[in-house]
């Protein structure tokens, strides 16, 4: 008889693992005997004392501090949660680098000890990488059903490269055609993204990804004035964001 199956996943009030707080934690128990999901929990978390909530964060996962305000504290769910998983398998999407290390040290705070590489831990996003490897090579067989030696190319030669990167474009278009590469500013630090079927400007790195510059600018001028005085970004990226200051 296999073990139960916990898959888990949280939202946070941010990215650091040692300072931020988880804000929602949701998990099903899963019998891999029967093929059926026979538990599940939800509970959305108010962190203990003065937190602050990411702009980043907030515009993923839409959770308020006023939506949080009259929810339990981590240490009044800490038991609840730690009694779900206790000698269940887990499974979690980039758990590992993410989400379990973020419970391991809410759990800790509590005075609970979760060890999660004592139990068979299923990461399905590591599983897709090495399954999907984007090299080239993988890629083209992927695609093709062959390896590049077997059509005579090889691996890391320019050439071979160039007609294997064509062979995969060509069927790329037949499954689902595509448009080019939308490029904005050529350091890559600003794309469109939509916002309620708005397409807008926004950062794709550093402290205000995923962010529209419209909003940085309103709240945070001295974050643009820092990448126009910076010579780590071309010209196209400075005059968007004089653009937005001015």
Known sequence: MSKPLVVFDIETTGLDKKKDFIIQFSAVKYDRDNGIIVDSINHYIQPSGNYTMSVVGLTKHRITPKFLADKPTFVDVAVDIYNFINGCDILTYNGLGFDAPFLKREFADCGITWNFSEVDFYDAYREELRRNNN????????????????????????????????????????????????????????????????????????????????????????????????????????????KYLS
């Open 135 to 242: 090299q080239l090579s993988s890629t083209f067989e992927r695609y093709t059903g062959k390896s590049m030696e077997e059509v005579g190319y090889t691996a890391h030669d320019a050439m071979s490269d160039v007609k294997a990167t064509l062979e995969i474009f060509n069927m790329q278009q037949k499954i689902q055609s595509y448009e080019p590469e939308e490029i904005l500013t050529e350091d890559g630090f600003i794309r469109t993204m939509d916002f309620n079927g708005q397409q807008k400007e926004c950062f794709c790195v550093g402290k205000w990804k995923d962010v529209s510059i419209e909003y940085v600018a309103k709240h945070d001028k001295s974050y643009l004035n820092w990448v126009i005085s910076s010579p780590d970004f071309d010209k196209n990226t400075k005059q968007i964001c004089e």
